[in-house]
């Protein structure tokens, strides 16, 4: 009896000690059974101290829960046994509806509010932006799986998306361009056309889903571009993969899905960019797609910031279309259209975003308000602008392998807009702490042309020459 009262004690504190001394100290982690961000060490240096809520005891607590030794293991055991005994799903991303179903877990309700009429607000700059440069844009609206199939949540969730409609409403009074391919998914649905998964990838389209989205997006820009190639299935191969767990998860599925793979070759550019392209720390999802056959067909070049509904599976539809497709992770980046553009002078503007990313999480509601662009600089202010001798040492040309930075210094206090004109192009001045930036391609850049040109706030137009 004494042997048996000792082998439990020593079990026990095994059980509790094991985990202890497994403690994950790494730092800046994304688990993978649940495909988030680990918390960091509260006293560490990479601790995230941003945020009006932040509370170092529920810090610690999450630290200590998101650290313990064979937490993925627990995580994905304790799954398996309820999915087995109760068919109730208890993991931390996913949940069961109805038929076998399964969502993304569903939270409180959003109800539309002073950060979605500040998004709108910021879609229209991104379209002013482009529309006084004569680039045509649209903003690409991509519905959640759990609104287009909502009547398969399980019993007991009232999923209610009404503030989707005050968006749109919202969009629409800002005279926004966009595209809303909610309808278009539920009209396939009804159809009998699986354009998500029931299973497998639980929160976005899946192929099927994008050849179909994405050919909307293709059939708005033929307004401007008549000749724009139009995708049909007998661009690609489409075969079924078998996905046997969750994404990001182990959890055991046996589904099969459809597969789209352009015929047509591409090729992907981003090397060449990367190293020196200013991007977000969080999303850096980057790509450069040149189409030969496109190319030669007089395709457009689209610059479309974008999130994982088309870093996932879109990209392929709008590679197979576009000349030239460059992909920019959305989210914050997009704050950053002006630096972009004038890297890559686009010939139209895609900004397309997943109904569950329109959040703060996503989007600084603050920088969202405080971001202002350049106005275009039309033929009458550059005509108007008084001729004044460019300063020495105003001009900084500083050069990378790709890319040259423009800085510029010593403009007038009040200058309102300032901008770069080297011989037919334009590029927009953007105001750092001290002085004046552009960024643009190194091909495009003859220092002997250069001239810049300042809008002051009185009005006043100044155009400085060497």
């Not at 293991?73 to 931390?92: A, E, R």
């Not at 179909?212 to 000749?227: K, R, S, V």
């Amino acid at each position: 009896m004494k042997k048996i009262r000792i082998a439990v004690l020593v079990l026990f504190f095994a059980i509790i000690l094991i985990p202890v001394a497994a403690f994950n100290r790494e730092e800046n982690v994304v688990s993978e059974i649940d495909n988030r961000a680990l918390m960091n060490n509260p006293f560490g240096e990479n601790y995230n101290t941003e945020g009006e809520d932040r509370d170092l005891t529920d810090d610690l607590e999450t630290y200590v829960q998101d650290r313990i030794g064979f937490r993925d293991d627990m995580i994905l055991g304790y799954t398996l046994l309820n999915d087995k005994l109760f068919h109730k799903m208890v993991h931390p991303t996913y949940d069961y509806g109805k038929d076998g179903y399964v969502f993304f877990k569903t939270g409180r309700n959003t109800r539309f509010g002073e950060f979605h009429y500040a998004f709108a607000q910021f879609i229209k700059k991104v379209q002013d932006y482009c529309d006084e440069r004569g680039v045509p844009f649209v903003f690409v609206f991509n519905p959640a799986k759990t609104t287009v199939l909502s009547d398969e949540l399980r019993e007991g969730i009232n999923y209610d998306a009404e503030w989707v409609q005050q968006f749109l409403e919202c969009l629409d009074e800002l005279g926004v361009n966009y595209i809303d391919n909610t309808p278009l998914m539920e009209e396939k649905t009804e159809e009998g056309e699986a354009v998500y998964n029931k299973v497998y990838n639980a929160g976005h389209w899946n192929d099927l889903g994008a050849f179909y989205g994405c050919n909307a997006i293709l059939e708005y820009f033929t307004q401007f571009f008549p000749d724009l190639h139009i995708n049909s299935k007998e661009d690609f191969t489409i075969e079924e993969h078998l996905n046997t767990s969750l994404m990001v998860s182990e959890f055991p599925i046996y589904e099969y899905e459809p597969v789209f793979e352009p015929i047509d070759q591409v090729e992907n550019i981003a090397d060449q960019y990367v190293d020196e392209l200013e991007m977000d720390s969080q999303y850096r999802t980057f790509a450069y797609y040149l189409n030969p056959k496109r190319i030669s067909e007089g395709a457009p070049k689209v610059l479309s910031f974008q999130g994982s509904y088309m870093n996932g599976m879109g990209y392929k539809f709008l590679e197979n279309s576009f000349g030239e497709y460059i992909v920019v992770h959305d989210y914050q980046n997009t704050l950053n259209l002006d630096y972009y553009f004038n890297i890559f002078q686009p010939d139209c503007v895609i900004f397309e975003t997943a109904e569950y990313t329109l959040t703060s999480g996503y989007y600084n509601l603050e920088n969202m308000v405080e971001v202002s662009f350049n106005e275009g600089l039309s033929e009458e202010s550059y005509s108007e602008a008084r001729s004044e001798q460019m300063p020495a040492n105003m001009i900084e040309f500083v050069q990378g392998n790709r890319l040259t930075e423009i800085h510029v210094s010593g403009l007038p206090e009040n200058t309102r807009y300032a901008y770069v004109s080297n011989g037919s192009q334009i590029f927009d001045l953007i105001r750092d702490e001290s002085s004046y930036t552009a960024t643009v391609e190194k091909a495009n850049v003859d220092e002997n042309e250069i001239q810049i040109i300042v809008i002051l706030d009185t009005g006043e137009r100044i155009c400085y020459t060497e």
